[in-house]
């Protein structure tokens, strides 16, 4: 089956502007993730969804980050005012349940602020 | 609490070679480790995960050994391959209401000379 996939897969943008990202889990997984990842970096922790709701919010750096989850499916995470410290790869990774250990990862977003 | 350090961050292996990535945790919550492997241009994907109750777990080439008294976790590779060449990352999760928690090492940038 198809894994996670990730739209755009480049995106470029002037300082200031919104960008939204959006993320299509595996059919059938409850648990979406959303990372970001900086060039050289690890992978930092952004939000978790669990159907709709998003448990755990943690991660977003500021108000300028949303995420939101439709129909237990499709997430669409949103940089309002984009700032050059945005620009990296944002990654979207799904699993199965809420307790499950794997997450699938998509292939990212590259996303970079002029 | 919530970290976890890896080192090194880069690596050059000799092909034949054996590579070593190390982690460290603090927080003894965390009950699941995995490792994951990303190549350029993708996202990471999940290589081999070990939980603390047992020492190390061994699939093909892939090794991870388990200190749960040092609290901290290897991936050893045996007779790398230049294909082995990729940036892995060590993990640590937890469970916990709503979901699982996982934190991310920083990466290490493996390169398998041929």
């Known amino acids: 089956g198809a894994g996670v996939s990730q739209s755009p897969s480049n995106k470029v943008t002037e300082k200031g502007k919104d960008v939204e990202l959006r993320c299509d889990p595996i059919?059938?997984?409850?648990?979406l993730y959303w990372y970001r990842q900086s060039l050289g970096q690890g992978l930092e922790f952004l939000i978790y969804?669990?159907?709709?709701?998003?448990?755990?919010k943690s991660g977003l750096p500021s108000d300028r980050f949303s995420a939101e989850r439709t129909g237990g499916s499709v997430s669409t995470l949103t940089i309002q005012r984009t700032q050059q410290e945005d620009s990296a790869v944002y990654l979207c990774?799904?699993?199965?349940?809420?307790?499950?250990?794997?997450?699938?990862f998509g292939p990212g977003t590259r996303l970079t602020v002029l | 609490q919530q970290q976890v350090k890896q080192s090194p961050q880069s690596l050059i292996v000799q092909k034949g070679g054996i590579s070593i990535i190390n982690c460290a945790y603090e927080?003894?919550?965390?009950?699941?480790f995995p490792w994951y492997q990303q190549f350029p241009g993708k996202g990471p994907a999940l290589l081999i995960a070990?939980?603390?109750?047992?020492s190390e777990k061994k699939e093909g080439r892939f090794t991870i050994s388990f200190n749960k008294s040092a609290k901290q976790f290897s991936l050893h590779i045996m007779d790398s391959q230049p294909g082995d060449s990729a940036t892995y990352f060590c993990?640590?999760?937890?469970?916990?209401?709503?979901?699982?928690?996982?934190?991310f090492g920083a990466g290490t940038r493996l390169f398998v000379k041929a």
């Open positions: 990774a799904s699993s199965l349940y809420p307790l499950a250990d794997t997450q699938y």
């Open positions: 059919s059938g997984h409850t648990a």
């Open positions: 969804f669990q159907g709709n709701s998003a448990p755990d």
């Open positions: 927080n003894t919550a965390f009950d699941y």
């Open positions: 070990i939980r603390p109750d047992v």
């Open positions: 993990a640590a999760s937890r469970s916990e209401a709503g979901g699982f928690k996982t934190i």
